[in-house]
């Protein structure tokens, strides 16, 4: 059993950074595949970005050269690093652990709103 608790979330102008977390309870953080996910008003949620048990990562096209997937197995947490942030960013984003091999993710987060004014 993991419990995923996002933070970091918020308000920012476009061109802006902002760094999403997420903190997982249980001791067996280290062996999931970790997965960012976003869901703008009206539309479907959508994989953003995910980093397996080994670090190997994977992006979204439309993220890629401006989020960083990370995670710190000492402390039990994933972040999301996200620079030149664009209106269409937002969302709110979810993290999720599960396996990426089949995109069958088992536990997630309640969420964190990002907003990119233009």
């Known amino acids: 059993q993991v419990h995923l608790v996002e933070s970091g979330g918020g308000l920012v102008q476009a061109g802006g950074s902002l760094r999403l977390s997420c903190a997982a309870s249980?001791?067996?953080?280290?062996?999931?595949?970790m997965g960012w996910f976003r869901q703008a008003p009206g539309k479907a949620r959508e994989f953003v970005a995910g980093?397996?048990?080994?670090?190997?990562?994977a992006y979204a096209d439309s993220v890629k050269g401006r989020f960083t997937i990370s995670r710190d197995n000492a402390k039990n947490t994933l972040y999301l690093q996200m620079n030149s942030l664009r209106p269409e960013d937002t969302a709110v984003y979810f993290c999720?652990?599960?396996?990426?091999?089949?995109?069958?993710?088992?536990?997630w987060g309640q969420g964190t709103q990002v907003t990119v004014s233009s």
């Open positions: 999720a652990a599960g396996d990426m091999r089949i995109g069958k993710y088992d536990y």
């Open positions: 249980g001791r067996t953080f280290s062996s999931y595949d």
């Open positions: 980093i397996r048990s080994s670090s190997w990562t």
